[in-house]
């Protein structure tokens, strides 16, 4: 399925889930609804990050440690999300996240990662990754984001990874959180499984082409490219947020389906 080997090859490439080229290529190409593509997305991203993970760790560019780390405050983000979900007003919250999403592709034009490794996290460090795991999870709750837009930056940038082990540790973060993900759109009927693996097959294939490349280019050009799919996810995140009007009443808003 194309829709599935192009975003695991941006998987691959960038150390993100995929899902923010996958789903709106599954609603073009495979004519899903907005749901069931972000369903799809999800399930189909679950072998694609083991794959990515194990690639870049064979090659030594995976902290197991710190993924734990923030693996456990997206669990912790993701349920924070959901109750938010249904009691915030998310106008003014999606816009600002827009503003933070590009203003992180601004960021990202002008830094330049290197590839060395990162150093023993201090006590503050550990307590920073559970931290940004759990915005990771609010995010993904509240936006529909995946979570290497997020992770990717701020390990290079703030925890100082250079940015294979930022790409890597990212893509472990994602198995956890797909399977659960998955297991609860399997409950509420959105999942189809036969898509799903054929988005999965594809995908994982793929995503091996893109670590491959990812060692290949030089991590000016990859941080360049990065910035790039950071301003397509500021678009798609706008184009949600200019589409949801205000209820009559001042009701609050929600998040559509696939969020």
């Not at 990662?113 to 550990?126: E, K, N, V």
């Not at 940004?132 to 609010?138: D, F």
């Amino acid at each position: 399925m194309a829709a599935g080997a192009i975003g695991g090859f941006m998987s691959g490439l960038f150390g993100i889930g995929g899902g923010i080229v996958m789903v709106p290529l599954l609603i073009w190409l495979a004519r899903l609804d907005q749901r069931r593509a972000s369903a799809t997305s999800l399930a189909a991203i679950l072998p694609t990050a083991v794959v990515g993970a194990a690639a870049y760790g064979w090659r030594g560019h995976l902290a197991l440690g710190p993924a734990v780390a923030v693996a456990a405050g997206a669990a912790a983000g993701a349920w924070l999300g959901a109750r938010a979900l249904r009691a915030l007003k998310l106008t003014v919250l999606n816009w600002a996240f827009v503003v933070l999403i590009a203003a992180t592709a601004a960021g990202m034009v002008f830094y330049t990662p290197t590839r060395s490794q990162a150093g023993a996290p201090s006590l503050a460090a550990w307590a920073g990754l559970v931290a940004l795991g759990v915005v990771m999870g609010l995010a993904a709750g509240l936006f529909g984001i995946g979570g290497g837009v997020i992770a990717v930056p701020a390990l290079m940038a703030v925890f100082g990874f250079g940015d294979l082990l930022a790409r890597g540790t990212s893509l472990a973060v994602m198995a956890p959180a797909a399977v659960t993900g998955s297991i609860t759109n399997r409950r509420g009927g959105l999942l189809d499984w036969r898509a799903a693996a054929a988005a999965g097959l594809s995908a994982t294939a793929a995503s091996l082409g893109g670590s491959a490349l990812a060692f290949a280019i030089p991590p000016r050009l990859g941080n360049l490219l990065f910035a790039a799919l950071l301003v397509v996810s500021a678009v798609q995140l706008a184009r949600r947020a200019a589409r949801r009007r205000p209820r009559p009443g001042g009701e609050r808003d929600r998040a559509g389906g696939g969020q």
